[in-house]
């Protein structure tokens, strides 16, 4: 198997009423998030601060989260998502839960790219976070910009800059 066919991808949806993500797993990945300590850098603004927080916010609509299962361990290795769509652009997010190995963040991007009505994902980092930034470079993110004092660090009691980071699916044509 080569490392192309390493990672499955489950996306989460609501079909028929149910979402396509259980509940206890989305609380076993909340549980390891805080125990690898990924929530506070994850979501610094404090939107999100425990499990049922943590359920809602993922199920809630304009939310398109997307789990990177490593076929060779059955394991959850990223939880990932997309929001804020709008004119052929979203933000988007990465949660590594172990090595933060590039095929994965490139099977995600490829995932996103087949959607054809987007063209563009962006990514606002702190500027405090430098292994967000060099992850998404590596997996090729370009940097865009900077937008200064725009997060703010709710359990670190400041705001800090995000970093710009985009990546163009594909390029399409209008």
Request: aromatic share 12%.
């Amino acid at each position: 198997m080569g490392q192309g066919d390493r990672y499955a991808l489950w996306p989460g949806a609501f079909i028929d009423g149910l979402f396509s993500i259980t509940d206890e797993l989305l609380v076993s990945l909340w549980r390891e998030m805080v125990t690898k300590g990924k929530v506070r850098r994850l979501f610094y603004n404090g939107n999100v601060t425990d499990e049922a927080s943590w359920i809602a916010w993922i199920k809630s609509s304009g939310n398109y989260p997307l789990l990177v299962v490593d076929k060779f361990s059955q394991r959850v290795v990223c939880v990932t998502w997309i929001n804020n769509v709008a004119d052929g652009a979203a933000l988007i997010h990465f949660c590594i839960l172990g090595l933060p190995r590039p095929e994965i963040g490139k099977a995600v991007l490829r995932y996103w790219s087949d959607v054809d009505v987007l063209y563009v994902l962006v990514g606002f980092i702190p500027e405090t976070n430098r292994e967000a930034v060099k992850y998404a470079k590596r997996i090729g993110f370009k940097e865009s910009g900077y937008v200064p004092s725009m997060c703010n660090m709710v359990y670190k009691g400041s705001r800090v800059g995000a970093v710009i980071t985009t990546y163009q699916t594909r390029n399409k044509e209008a």
